[in-house]
């Protein structure tokens, strides 16, 4: 995947917390992905880390090594990526321009898809942070929940960093459209959330046919109607932004779908053993099929997940 090298990014929708030293206040009281957050790993690896022993004091997950801890404050300081991320060149050779490039993309499509059902489409907030965050209305975290989308306070959340622990933790191809696929996938919740699906399903909800697993599923699908159609999307110049999508690219957004099912996560980072009962993404072949299907089509219509019936894989 490529970037047109002439066309504007917009930072203008992006909180740049890297430099401020983390969220504020520690890790007491809601965790984000239990305070309501909603992540492409988070619950099952918190589950993971919490029977393994890898919870820290006052019920916050614990760092992984070489990442730093939660500071006293935060703010964002959006000046240095609003002069370095400026054109789909910078995007092509740096990692925070191509999330801000993808995000741009995914904007521009769903604010279309929206109006072309006589809905309106409210962009998100896309936060940058560093090995911890508080956010707005789901508590704090740290990095090894993984991105997430914040429903109360409408914003996305991601240390970029997991996209290294992608391929060295789970194992992933990697590449740009891989990376594309996780911040579609959070794209995918906040849809959700403009759409009011995310109240069909209960806090705490697991299990290979759960509220949750079938939410998670959604976004998946969600994030493959955005890569149908990434190449036609339109900067405010009215060229595509991005360009030379390959089949090598959308397998590794598949492999990348593989490594984050339940089942994988549990026996390749779990001791081995798969519990179907605390699934709450769905195994590596249903999110597989569910952003295939999403792939395929270009059509958000095709992502039910939660109709009486449907066959979830």
């Known amino acids: 995947m490529r970037f047109d090298e002439n066309a504007d990014l917009d930072t203008s929708h992006i909180d740049d917390l890297r430099g401020s030293g983390g969220g504020g206040g520690g890790l007491g009281g809601r965790v984000a992905i239990g305070g309501g957050g909603?992540?492409?790993?988070?619950?099952?690896?918190?589950f993971l880390l919490?029977?393994?022993?890898?919870?820290?004091?006052?019920?916050?997950?614990?760092?992984p090594g070489g990442l730093s801890g939660l500071g006293s404050g935060q703010?964002?300081?959006n000046s240095e990526i609003a002069e370095s991320c400026r054109t789909g060149a910078d995007a092509n050779t740096k990692l925070d321009c191509e999330v801000i490039a993808v995000t741009n993309s995914l904007d521009g499509y769903w604010s279309d898809a929206f109006a072309r059902s006589g809905q309106t489409y409210r962009?998100?907030?896309?936060?940058?942070?560093?090995?911890?965050?508080?956010t707005?209305?789901?508590g704090s975290a740290t990095s090894d929940v993984g991105p997430f989308y914040c429903p109360a306070d409408s914003e996305v959340y991601i240390d970029l960093r997991f996209f290294q622990e992608l391929e060295t933790r789970f194992g992933a191809q990697g590449g740009p459209f891989a990376r594309a696929y996780v911040i579609a996938h959070e794209y995918g919740h906040h849809v959700q959330n403009l759409l009011g699906i995310n109240r069909r399903v209960r806090a705490g909800d697991s299990g290979p046919t759960s509220g949750s697993v079938r939410l998670e599923l959604q976004a998946d699908c969600y994030a493959g109607v955005w890569a149908n159609h990434a190449t036609s999307?339109?900067?405010?110049?009215?060229?595509?932004?991005?360009?030379?999508?390959?089949?090598?690219?959308?397998?590794?957004?598949?492999?990348?779908?593989?490594?984050?099912?339940?089942d994988f996560i549990q026996s390749?980072?779990?001791?081995?053993?798969?519990?179907?009962?605390q699934?709450?993404?769905?195994?590596?072949?249903?999110?597989?099929?569910?952003?295939?299907?999403?792939?395929?089509t270009g059509d958000p219509a095709r992502c039910d997940t939660f109709s009486r019936g449907v066959n979830l894989g």
């Open 233 to 262: 999307v339109p900067t405010a110049g009215g060229r595509p932004l991005i360009t030379d999508v390959t089949r090598d690219d959308v397998n590794a957004a598949l492999d990348t779908a593989e490594r984050i099912g339940d």
């Open 38 to 46: 909603v992540g492409i790993v988070g619950l099952i690896l918190f």
């Open 136 to 138: 707005g209305g789901c």
């Open 75 to 77: 703010s964002a300081n």
């Open 50 to 63: 919490s029977q393994l022993g890898g919870l820290g004091g006052g019920g916050g997950v614990a760092l």
């Open 123 to 134: 962009p998100p907030r896309t936060n940058f942070f560093r090995g911890g965050v508080n």
């Open 279 to 296: 699934f709450t993404h769905g195994s590596s072949a249903q999110r597989e099929k569910w952003y295939t299907t999403g792939f395929r």
């Open 268 to 277: 390749n980072l779990g001791g081995g053993r798969v519990d179907e009962s």
